[in-house]
Each structure stands twice: as structure tokens, then as C-alpha cells.
């Protein structure tokens, strides 16, 4: 393909992706496909010989498409939200035509000072502490990770590292492999999986703190199992907490957990995956409140900032706490400026060597939305998840399961959870709409979140229409 050809392709790729965007409720949002469906519909092997590029698009919608769940459907509402919006893809574009791979400021300045003034403007967005803003000279500062799951992760091994040298400079007759199996993190029962993930990687023990009848973890229940702990000659050294868990949008009591961090000499993470762009605006920042005790602080904007796949925003108040654990110098990714103290590398604050150019992404939305559409996407998000709450609840048949806070609603039919694991086979066999279960208190719970940027009220509507006709059908043969 030349640079006409890529001309004449890039325009037509454009109408097609304003055309699926567009017209997408009108597909089903969950596909009809069985395990292997996409092996008997292409070639076993590589072709030899060029084809042409019409063929490939023809074989868009004859394979891929059949095969998608459609996350960007009006009527996708399970899990939580992947953001999309036209001004990320197009910057995503043009990340893909510049194709740098911006591991030290040297390797692309631009991709390594774009991401630290868009890690601190987003950073005043959310009112974050003055400890997290880079700056010129800040102490702190942010990093655009692929994943909350790898921000998690990055948080946990610095923390480590930070335990080992601070006991063995107490302790220095304990080895490193001694304090290693001393050390213990926590993390909420309701926490994300990765979270437990982390501590598996990071080869560290990690226990589970249990959570009130809000499935929020407070001060007192960490205290009590941290004395427990110390008692039996563990070190207690990081605490995850969670700002909207994925079962049921839970707020861990970061304010108290702080303090508590601070005063054992644990780093607090605080993973707000999902629900932290909401604390864009006012009336939700003081969720945020307790964040200044904590050590690292994380959000997905591509979650819930209309800035596409990948892009999770990490924070730490002190930087060297991140460089000084993972910092290796091979002499090829040395460079003149490195020593300045004026320039970011960012390579020793995540795990791959190689980075795309993200930040783009957000410079582009940040831009073109401004803070007042951003902070109206949320709220309109949250006002349909209210909405939708309503139509549950003046339905007597269902029951709310947690606080509706955001934009996710956790309801279930009253009665057993068969009859609402039957329910949810329904929704998802008729593919109109798709949801995911979770567990609470036991209970077999279904999750209504608002996901797509297009979803209306109109959308809630008739979903819910559809969920109380299959319901009707349930009710009218419970055995299915
Ligand atoms: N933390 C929370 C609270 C989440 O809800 C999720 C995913 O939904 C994650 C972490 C994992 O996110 P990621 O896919 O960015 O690793």
C-alpha cells in the first residue's frame, strides 16, 4: 500500500468505523458463535502471495464481525465501561503513524513531556493532592500504565522493595529472603482479582480484609487484622484499597485506612480503576477524600474518560520510590540528559521496555471535550444508572442489592439465585442486551452498568422492558 492508496483506504476506513459506530444497536450486542467458530472461516495458514485489500475488508464482516461482542452497543451494560470517543481514536491513529517507542525522554521527548503534563493536568482535574503533581521539580507524579492491573502490580513490588531496605536497615542480621516471607499486604475481600494477582506475582503473602454491610473495608476491620499480625512477627507492609469495587461500586474508608498506613509504615495503594473519573466532579471528589495519605493512586481513563483502550492513569508521591526498585542501565538506553534531574525515563516505572505514545490520546480528549464535557459524560452516565434504579425499584418483584452511587445498579429478583441465575441465561441467550452477575453477601446478583458513550434513556427503557418480559416468561416456567 502506498502513501495514495493509504489516502483513498484511510477515508473509506473512516466511513466504516462511523457506520459501525452509528448503527451499532442495531446488531446484536452479544455474538451467536460457538469455541472455534473463526478457524473454519479463514485459511490455516499465511497467504504467499499479496491480496487485495477489498477481500480483507469483505472478511471483516463475514469473520470478525460475527464474532464480536459489541462493547460499544447502547445495550452493552456488563462489567464496566470501555471509553470511546472520536477524538481518541483519531489521536490513536496518529500515535500509529509517529510509532515511536518512548521508553526515556531521549527516545521521543515528546511522547515522555506530553504524558507528565497530561498525568498532572488530569491530576488537578480530580483535585489530587500537590504531592502527586510533577511539575517542574515535584517529588511526585504520574504514568500512563497499560492496565489498573499493572499499576497494582508496579505499586506492590515498589512497596516491597521499599519494606526489604527499610527493615534491613533496622535489622540488618535478617536476610532479604527472612523479611521477604515476613511480609504481608491486604486488600479488600471485595477487591479486583487483580489485586490478588499482585501478590501472587510479587511473591508475597496477601490476606483478605473483610468488609461492612456496605462491602466497604473501614479502619477498624484493617487494625484489627494488622495487631494480629505484628503479634505473630509479621510485617504488615501494603494496603490496596478499593474506590468503586467491580461487584458493587463499593468506597473503601480510604480516610481512615490512611492514617493507619501511615502510622505502620505501609504504602497505601488506593485502586479507583473505574469510579476515579468520576472525581472530576465536585459532588463526588470527597469520595476521593483520605487519597493524601496514600502512597499511589489509580484510575482507568479508559474506563470512563472517553480516552479508548489502553490508558490507566498512576500516580505515586514520591517518584524514586518506583525508579530506585526497578532502575537497571544498560549503556543502549543511556542518554546525555538522563542525570539533568529535568527529565522523565519513564521505562523504570512500569515492566515492558517499550511504550506507545497515549498521552496523545487524552491530550486530544482533554482538548476537545474540555473538563465541562467530561464531568456532563459522567453525569449523564450516573443519571441513567439512577434512572435505571427507579424502574427496578417500582417493580416490587426485584430488590436493589447495593447503594447506587455511580453508574452501576446491582439488582436480582427476589427469591432464589437459581431463579436469578435463569434469569441472566435468558437475557444473555436472547443477546438484546448484555449484562454480567456478581456475587454479594452470598447472593447471586445481576450488574447493570452504563457503559456506552451513546446509551440513552430511551436505551434503559427498553432494556428493562426486555428484562421484565423474561422475566414474565420465568415466572411463568421457573423450570428452565
Ligand atoms: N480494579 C477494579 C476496581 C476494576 O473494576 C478492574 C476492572 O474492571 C480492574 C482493577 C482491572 O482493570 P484492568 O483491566 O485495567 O487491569
Redesign the pocket.
Known amino acids: 500500500m502506498n502513501a495514495a492508496e493509504f489516502r483513498r483506504r484511510g477515508k473509506e476506513m473512516v466511513d466504516f468505523v462511523a457506520d459501525y459506530l452509528e448503527n451499532l444497536e442495531q446488531r446484536p450486542v452479544y455474538p451467536d458463535v460457538k469455541p472455534g467458530y473463526l478457524q473454519s472461516l479463514i485459511p490455516t495458514e499465511a497467504p504467499l502471495e499479496p491480496e487485495n485489500y477489498e477481500e480483507i475488508m469483505k472478511d471483516v464482516e463475514r469473520v470478525i464481525m460475527p464474532g464480536i461482542t459489541h462493547w460499544h452497543s447502547p445495550y452493552f451494560y456488563a462489567?464496566?465501561p470501555a471509553a470511546s470517543s472520536y477524538p481518541a481514536m483519531l489521536a490513536d491513529l496518529l500515535c500509529g503513524a509517529i510509532g515511536c517507542i518512548g521508553f526515556s525522554w531521549a527516545a521521543s521527548p515528546a511522547c515522555t513531556e506530553l504524558e507528565t503534563v497530561m498525568l498532572d493536568w488530569l491530576a488537578k482535574m480530580l483535585q489530587l493532592p500537590a504531592s502527586f503533581i510533577a511539575g517542574t521539580h515535584g517529588q511526585g507524579g504520574g504514568v500512563i500504565q497499560g492496565?489498573?492491573?499493572?499499576a497494582?502490580l508496579m505499586s506492590l513490588l515498589a512497596a516491597r522493595c521499599k519494606a526489604v531496605r527499610r527493615i534491613l536497615s533496622i535489622k540488618p542480621e535478617m536476610s532479604e529472603p527472612e523479611i521477604l516471607n515476613k511480609l504481608v499486604a491486604y486488600t479488600s475481600e471485595q477487591?479486583?482479582s487483580?489485586v490478588e494477582r499482585a501478590g501472587l506475582i510479587g511473591g508475597v503473602m496477601m490476606k483478605k480484609v473483610p468488609t461492612d454491610s456496605t462491602y466497604a473495608v473501614t479502619g477498624d476491620m484493617l487494625k484489627k487484622i494488622v495487631e494480629k499480625d505484628k503479634e505473630a512477627g509479621l510485617i504488615p507492609f501494603y494496603f490496596c484499597a478499593?474506590l468503586?469495587?467491580?461487584a458493587s461500586c463499593a468506597f473503601d474508608h480510604i480516610s481512615e485506612l490512611g492514617l493507619i498506613c501511615n502510622e505502620e509504615n505501609m504504602w497505601m495503594h488506593v485502586?479507583?480503576?473505574?469510579a476515579g473519573s468520576a472525581f472530576i466532579c465536585p459532588e463526588f471528589r470527597p469520595l476521593l477524600n483520605g487519597v493524601e495519605f496514600a502512597d499511589s493512586f489509580n484510575l482507568?481513563p479508559?474506563?470512563w474518560l472517553l480516552i479508548n483502550f489502553d490508558c490507566?492513569a498512576m500516580w505515586v508521591k514520591k517518584r524514586h520510590d518506583m525508579i530506585g526498585a526497578f532502575k537497571v542501565e544498560p549503556l543502549y538506553l543511556r542518554h546525555e540528559n538522563q542525570e539533568s534531574g529535568l527529565v522523565t525515563d519513564y521505562r523504570h516505572w512500569q515492566i515492558p521496555l517499550g511504550r506507545r505514545f497515549r498521552s496523545l490520546k487524552m491530550w486530544f480528549v482533554f482538548r476537545m471535550y474540555g473538563l465541562q464535557g467530561l464531568q456532563a459524560h459522567i453525569r449523564k452516565q450516573v443519571a441513567l444508572a439512577k434512572e435505571f434504579e427507579s424502574l427496578v425499584q417500582a417493580d416490587k418483584r426485584f430488590e436493589i442489592c447495593a447503594d447506587v452511587i455511580m453508574g452501576l445498579v446491582c439488582f436480582r429478583l427476589k427469591g432464589s439465585n437459581e431463579l436469578n441465575q435463569n434469569l441472566l441465561k435468558k437475557i444473555t441467550k436472547s443477546r438484546e442486551i448484555h449484562l454480567v452477575p456478581c456475587h454479594l453477601s452470598g447472593r447471586f446478583v445481576l450488574r447493570f452498568a452504563i457503559c456506552s458513550r451513546t446509551t440513552e434513556s430511551r436505551h434503559i427503557r427498553k432494556a428493562w422492558r426486555h428484562i421484565t418480559q423474561l422475566t414474565f416468561e420465568l415466572l411463568k416456567n421457573p423450570i428452565q
Open positions: 462489567y464496566f492496565s489498573a492491573s499493572e497494582t477487591s479486583h487483580s478499593t468503586g469495587t467491580t485502586d479507583a480503576a473505574y482507568n479508559h474506563k490507566s
